[in-house]
């Protein structure tokens, strides 16, 4: 007697899970999303084990939820902590500054906490991002002590200041330091925290000119039209110094000098510094003919971002530069597109570019486009805003952008034309006459309030600020053809007279693919409804011919029609006897032939 054993046989193995580990960081490094990274991770607890590195490696935090939670998970989870090599704290409260204050207190104290458990001993760069500094000091002292590695920090100050003994100014050998001021440190002491008297002031520049003076990166940001004065910062030298930004604040405050030959101290400051690759003005830190002074073989910047003024200035940087921002925005009754197309082509190497216009009319974007096409043919990456008046229609945008032959990267930003397509249907016809675009963002502005009124309004009921955002990520195939487009799609909308803000988002995947195409040919009666219905040639044609046959159907049934009330004389008698028509009834008696037959 036999006995037969029948087993399944054992399921195949993904290949992830038996790729090594340097494999994996390879291929998770190669992905643009953080999305695809975590689904990358979630295939296998193998996979999850290699990639978390890159998963974790930059971490943001967003709102005061999402920043305990998250900085609680870490202490308890050294395993994932470790991964951790840049943190960022960014908080948004109301404008009530008690709730900034209450805000600051709980997340200071969360990172506070996580750090003194010495969990993320891997930190190289810590950013707090605030409407108010942190409200512990003494989270930096958990920070410098529990993260043996950070090189890099930054941090906001509102309202309240740091105390001239803060642990923020402790830290050594750092190689980037980042100060962002907020309005509330504009409103209450624009001009007393750079104080040369203030001994917080001095505590930041000891810190920063002593003992850090291997310094790569430095950062000072604000927005303001009243610039408080830091003219401390000509007097530093950092031989590694390779990027600074500064925002709205004040540095060559002092008169001009007796001799003209000497040149300004932060024209100085600048040609100390030439190993700088990325410079970033306002128009408040320096005059356009004082930057005109540079000796051209002292500065070798690739990236540049100021004003129009600033920028012409500069013509022995021209040949070097790749990137190019200009910080505020051109009002095109004052400075003509001719003119910025006319700077833009003495940049034969720019390949990255960020402007944006306030128009006077509707038709000042007519050659804007155009002439951006012409001034930077290399453009790779382009960020165009047209504010105040609506610009471009999404159809005419869609084609005149192919103009640019290796555009990779476009977001733009644009007041809605009446009656324009919504932005699912634009960012559709954009991918599909630009498949070589993986990524692009679209956003709908609202327009200025066109009435002046006698009165003011703080939310005009007409039109309403609404904003629409889209992220969108285009696939491809073999051969270049787009096929799916993934969306991301946030709404806003503020009520007036502050009755509060409506805010919605979604996502979707929309197929570009032709109707035709294997797998979204439709059979049966919705194929012939979607003919019907589609935006192009085939659907137009579909339409008149059936169009046409209504026509013909219409001219057939009449002639039957006819042609059986002629056969059947009496019926129509018997109709209008009934019905009692006059009309009828003066026909028949002229037609006494037709009479005696009915009759008869």
């Known amino acids: 007697m036999f006995c037969f054993t029948f087993s399944s046989p054992p399921p195949r193995q993904s290949f992830l899970t038996q790729a090594p580990g340097d494999l994996l960081i390879e291929i998770a490094l190669a992905l643009e999303s953080r999305a695809d990274v975590l689904s990358l991770c979630l295939t296998s607890s193998h996979t999850y084990f290699h990639v978390a590195s890159v998963l974790y490696e930059s971490v943001t935090l967003r709102d005061l939820e999402q920043c305990t939670r998250t900085l609680r998970m870490l202490s308890q989870r050294p395993g994932i902590a470790r991964h951790v090599r840049e943190l960022s704290i960014e908080l948004r409260s109301s404008c009530d500054y008690k709730q900034g204050v209450a805000v600051s207190l709980l997340a200071s104290a969360a990172v506070r906490d996580a750090a003194a458990t010495h969990c993320l001993d891997a930190l190289t760069k810590f950013i707090w991002d605030a409407d108010e500094k942190p409200y512990h000091e003494d989270m930096w002292f958990a920070l410098r002590m529990g993260c043996p590695q950070l090189r890099y920090i930054g941090t906001s100050v509102g309202r309240y200041l740091p105390a001239h003994n803060s642990h923020l100014f402790d830290f050594v050998h750092l190689t980037g330091f980042s100060l962002t001021l907020k309005a509330g440190f504009y409103d209450a002491h624009m001009d007393t ?34 610039p408080t004065d830091i003219h401390t910062l000509v007097h530093a030298r950092w031989p590694k110094l390779r990027k600074l930004v500064l925002g709205d604040v004040s540095i060559d405050w002092s008169p001009s000098p007796a001799d003209p030959p000497d040149k300004r101290p932060f024209i100085a400051f600048l040609e ?43 013509p022995h940087l021209h040949t070097h530069l790749k990137s190019v921002t200009f910080r505020d925005p051109m009002l095109t009754r004052e400075i003509s597109t001719q003119a910025v197309s006319a700077l833009l082509q003495s940049l034969p190497n720019l390949n990255k570019l960020k402007v944006s216009f306030i128009l006077h009319s509707m038709y000042d974007s007519g050659n804007l486009l155009r002439s951006l096409i012409v001034a930077c043919p290399r453009l790779r990456h382009l960020d165009l805003t047209c504010g105040n008046k609506p610009s471009f229609q999404m159809d005419t945008f869609s084609k005149t952008v192919r103009g640019f032959p290796k555009l990779q990267s476009l977001h733009l930003t644009i007041v809605k034309y009446p009656g324009d397509e919504p932005l699912s249907a634009g960012a559709a016809r954009i991918a599909k006459a630009n498949p070589r675009l993986t990524k692009f963002k679209l956003t709908f502005i609202p327009p200025a309030y066109p009435l002046s009124l006698p009165f003011s309004l703080p939310h005009p009921p007409f039109p309403l600020p609404a904003c629409s955002t889209g992220s969108f990520e285009l696939t491809t195939d073999r051969h270049g053809l787009p096929l799916a487009l993934l969306g991301f799609e946030h709404f806003r909308l503020v009520w007036p007279w502050g009755l509060g803000v409506f805010s919605s988002s979604r996502r979707y995947v929309s197929d570009l693919r032709p109707l035709s195409a294997p797998g979204r040919r439709k059979t049966g009666w919705r194929g012939v409804f979607g003919l019907l219905t589609e935006r192009s040639p085939a659907g137009e044609e579909m339409r008149i011919i059936v169009f046409c046959g209504l026509l013909v159907s219409l001219a057939i049934w009449g002639f039957f029609l006819h042609r059986m009330r002629a056969d059947n004389p009496g019926q129509v008698l018997g109709v209008a006897q009934t019905q009692k028509l006059p009309a009828v009834k003066g026909v028949l008696r002229f037609a006494p032939v037709v009479r005696m037959q009915a009759t008869a």
């Open 193 to 226: 925290f750079f104080d040369e008297d203030r001994a917080s002031s001095r505590q930041m520049w000891d810190m920063l000119i002593l003992r850090c003076p291997n310094l790569e990166e430095l950062i000072i940001e604000g927005a303001s039209s009243l």
């Open 272 to 314: 100390a510094h030439s190993a700088l690759e990325s410079l970033s003005l306002s128009k408040y830190n320096v005059l356009p003919q004082h930057l005109s002074s540079i000796d051209p073989g002292t500065l070798r910047i690739s990236s540049f971002t100021g004003t129009l003024q600033q920028l012409q200035a500069l």
